[in-house]
C-alpha cells in the first residue's frame, strides 16, 4: 500500500458537559487523500480519509474509478459502486 496523495483536516467544535456546562473547544482531525494497493489484477486506486474519536481510529475507502476488472486476482470478477467500506480499530 502506498499513500499517493495526503491531506490533512483539523476542526474544533464547541462543547459543553454536566455538570458546570462551561463552555470549551473540542479538536479533532481527519488525514485524507489517495493510495494505491498492489493487487495480482493490478494497480487498485483508493480515495480514502483516517480519524479518531473517543479512543477509536477509523479508516474508510472508496474505490476511484467505475470498475475493478479481475477483482482479488479472480479473472472475470468486475466489482462496481465499491464504497464505503470502513475499519474501526479500538
Known amino acids: 500500500m502506498e499513500l499517493t496523495e ?3 483536516r483539523l ?3 464547541p462543547s459543553s458537559s454536566y455538570p458546570d456546562w462551561k463552555e470549551q473547544m473540542v479538536y ?3 488525514i ?9 489484477s493490478g494497480p487498485l486506486v483508493l480515495s480514502y480519509m483516517i480519524g479518531g474519536g473517543n479512543g477509536v481510529a477509523h479508516l474508510s475507502a472508496d474505490i476511484v474509478g467505475d470498475v475493478w476488472s479481475d477483482a482479488f ?3 472475470g470478477l468486475t466489482v462496481s459502486q465499491l464504497g464505503g467500506a470502513n475499519l ?3
Do not use: R, S
Not at 487523500?33 to 493487487?39: D, H, R, Y
Open 73 to 75: 486476482g479472480v479473472k
Open 11 to 13: 476542526y474544533g467544535i
Open 88 to 90: 474501526n480499530v479500538v
Open 32 to 40: 485524507f487523500g489517495k493510495m494505491v494497493i498492489t493487487a495480482p
Open 6 to 8: 495526503i491531506g490533512l
Open 28 to 30: 479533532n482531525f481527519n
